[in-house]
């Protein structure tokens, strides 16, 4: 079964940096898509960012270009999303997802089949 595992959250200062790790493990297919969606208490799930593996585009939400950054290391099957001058707005449960085939934009949250755990982010002095 294909399992995705996100670790690296925690508590950080308003202005502070963190990175998130998603690590992927049993999927099969050459095409897919690794999603960032963070989600805050009473708010519904909002999307992040997102990379494609078929040649690594990048893409992320308007409000968080910047200071959010996806990258990935094929050889470790992970996908890292670097979070830079991280605000209390921030705050939210983060979780990576994965979706089948090649697309051109990140998608909404049901066009991913399989979901991590999640991994809290307290932005908070």
């Known amino acids: 079964h294909l399992q995705l595992v996100e670790s690296g959250g925690g508590l950080v200062q308003p202005g502070g940096s963190l990175r998130l790790s998603c690590a992927a493990s049993?999927?099969?297919?050459?095409?897919?898509?690794i999603g960032w969606f963070r989600q805050a208490p009473g708010k519904g799930r909002e999307g992040v960012s997102c990379?494609?593996?078929?040649?690594?585009?990048?893409y992320y939400a308007d409000s968080l270009k910047g200071r959010f950054t996806i990258s990935r290391d094929n050889a470790k099957n992970t996908v890292y999303l670097q979070m830079n001058s991280l605000k209390p707005e921030d705050t939210a449960v983060y979780y990576c997802?994965?979706?089948?085939?090649?697309?051109?934009?990140?998608?909404?949250?049901?066009?991913?089949?399989?979901w991590g755990q999640g991994t809290q982010v307290t932005v908070s002095s």
């Open positions: 049993g999927f099969t297919l050459n095409y897919y898509v």
């Open positions: 997802a994965y979706g089948e085939g090649r697309r051109s934009t990140c998608g909404p949250p049901n066009w991913y089949d399989y």
């Open positions: 990379i494609s593996s078929a040649d690594g585009s990048t």
